[in-house]
């Protein structure tokens, strides 16, 4: 199945650090890095599609951490999820903000 790790993390059937790192952080990263190149060459459409996927990205990545840190032995699985909440409040003000800018110009 194409999107079968993707499907095992939503559930909360996977191993948190592979989730975490490789499905979560890395996609991440490179989605803000096309957004800020997007940004150097003042591409607004490139902007605005790689700030959409990382907002959807984002909430696919904070529900699939939270399940999958029932997987994870003490203190992972509460340090996790302290991670997840910061992680979503940086995710909706940063985006909110770069969003509130693009709209702007």
């Known amino acids: 199945?194409?999107?079968g790790p993707q499907i095992r993390a939503w559930r909360g059937e996977a191993p948190l650090g592979p989730v975490f790192?490789?499905?979560a952080v890395l996609p991440s990263l490179v989605l803000v890095l096309i957004y800020v190149?997007?940004?150097y060459r003042r591409?607004?459409?490139v902007e605005q599609v790689a700030l959409s996927l990382f907002q959807l990205h984002s909430g696919w990545a904070l529900v699939s951490i939270w399940r999958c840190a029932d997987n994870a032995t003490p203190p992972w699985d509460t340090i996790?999820?302290?991670v997840t909440i910061?992680?979503?409040v940086n995710?909706?003000?940063v985006a909110g903000f770069l969003q509130l800018d693009l709209l702007r110009r």
Do not use: K
């Open 1 to 3: 199945m194409a999107f």
């Open 21 to 23: 790192w490789g499905q």
């Open 37 to 39: 190149d997007a940004l």
């Open 43 to 45: 591409d607004p459409v």
């Open 80 to 82: 996790a999820r302290l």
């Open 86 to 88: 910061a992680w979503a």
């Open 91 to 93: 995710a909706v003000l």
